[in-house]
């Protein structure tokens, strides 16, 4: 079991990785097209800027699930470098547990907006804002995840790299 959830982690981690990436990609793409439109042109496009935050929420929420299963969230690593033995153990619980509430939480409530928001357009697009609200719940279920992996399989890369 314990290998199948952490084969299915590495290609979920490997997915949110590329995809958070293609989309900082296309946010700069649109950032430099506003800049031409509106200083070259003198034609400032209307949707650019709208469409660069809904993108931003996507990125985000994609990244923190890279940066969960990497282990390089800010948590309590003072505790965790100080913690041996069964300590050590009982924080990584309580780190594992206070993440999963989290997400949880947010889980719920994004799913919630989501609902709430699936009437609303965006102001330059005829687009349900619901698709950028999707990055919350979706964002949260797959955080829930990598913190499932990441106490499975601990990768400690803020520890290491710590001075």
Same mark, same amino acid.
């Given at each position: 079991m314990k290998s199948f959830l952490?084969?299915?982690d590495r290609r979920i981690t490997a997915l949110?990785?590329?995809v958070a990436c293609a989309i900082l990609a296309v946010i700069s793409?649109?950032?430099l097209w506003q800049v031409i439109a509106r200083f070259i042109f003198s034609q400032p496009s209307t949707w650019t800027e709208e469409v660069m935050r809904r993108l931003l929420i996507w990125?985000?929420?994609l990244g923190t699930v890279v940066a /969960? &299963?990497?282990g390089a969230l800010i948590s309590v690593d003072l505790m /965790? &470098?100080?913690s041996r033995g069964a300590w050590?153990?009982?924080v990584r619980w309580i780190i594992t547990t206070?993440?999963?509430a989290f997400f949880s939480t947010v889980l719920w409530f994004g799913v919630d907006l989501v609902y709430r928001v699936r009437f609303q357009t965006f102001a330059s697009l005829d687009l349900s804002m619901s698709w950028a609200y999707a990055a919350i719940p979706a964002g949260a279920f797959l955080a829930l995840l990598a913190t499932v992996a990441h106490h499975a399989d601990p990768h400690h890369n803020e520890l290491s790299t710590a001075q």
């Open positions: 952490l084969a299915i949110c990785m590329w793409c649109l950032g990125m985000v929420m /969960l &299963r990497q /965790l &470098r100080v050590r153990t009982t206070v993440n999963c």
